[in-house]
């Protein structure tokens, strides 16, 4: 069965702390690899596509890259507006469009 | 470009109560679907339409669920016999339809509280 697994479950941060959220994904038929991010009470915002190992794309702090068995946003020098639950999604290869998501990482920017 | 709309935003019922929530999409998506999450866990597939046609629906879909979109733009979902186990944030995406592993656009979901 797919099979995406986010860690860690939770992160707190001191503002300015860089780190990695972690997601390991279905490697055989991987064809996407999407990374959201979702405020408290709202749907989720879309961040990156990853297609391929080696891959890598940025917005502002945010940083995703993907390997042959997981993929990694890092985060440089956050900002307490970071804070949210950021999700990741794979897409496998075969006839359905939908994605299968991970439980997400909570993460929590302190001043 | 409004992004993709739903109504109600909250949704308050009683067990047993029949439920409905629209979802519009960013015009001229082609591709909608219907999700539904609770507290910790990522979003859960519902069901899927390409144009007015309901091509995937997921095992978590009961008899009691029922997805539309009659003329390819909006849709609804009803939920029959409301059970407190509904109650959920149910969110609705959409693509535009031009690839397998396009992007989803979500909405601000729908939040049921079933008592």
């Known amino acids: 069965e797919d099979q995406v697994t986010q860690s860690p479950e939770a992160l707190r941060l001191q503002e300015g702390e860089s780190s990695s959220l972690n997601c390991s994904y279905t490697v055989s038929g991987l064809r996407g690899l999407f990374w959201y991010r979702q405020d408290p009470g709202k749907g989720p915002e879309f961040l990156f596509t990853?297609?391929?190992a080696g891959e890598e794309k940025e917005k502002e702090r945010l940083k995703a890259t993907l390997t042959k068995k997981e993929s990694f946003l890092h985060i440089t020098a956050p900002k307490p507006e970071d804070s949210a639950t950021y999700l990741c999604a794979e897409k496998l290869s075969g006839g359905s469009y939908i994605p299968t998501f991970g439980r997400g990482t909570s993460l929590i920017v302190h001043p | 470009d409004t992004g993709v709309s739903q109504d109600p935003r909250h949704k308050i019922t009683k067990r047993g109560q029949n439920v409905t929530f629209r979802c519009d999409p960013i015009s001229e998506h082609n591709r909608l679907y219907w999700y539904r999450q609770t507290l910790g866990q990522g979003p859960e597939f519902l069901t899927y339409f390409q144009n007015e046609a309901q091509l995937e629906k997921s095992r978590l879909l009961s008899d009691r669920f029922s997805a539309e979109r009659p003329k390819g733009s909006f849709s609804t979902l009803e939920i029959q016999r409301t059970e407190q186990g509904d109650s959920a944030m149910y969110l609705c995406?959409?693509?535009?339809?031009?690839?397998?592993?396009?992007?989803?656009?979500f909405g601000p979901g729908t939040r049921l509280t079933v008592t």
């Open positions: 990853l297609y391929s």
């Open positions: 995406a959409s693509s535009p339809g031009t690839g397998p592993y396009e992007e989803q656009y």
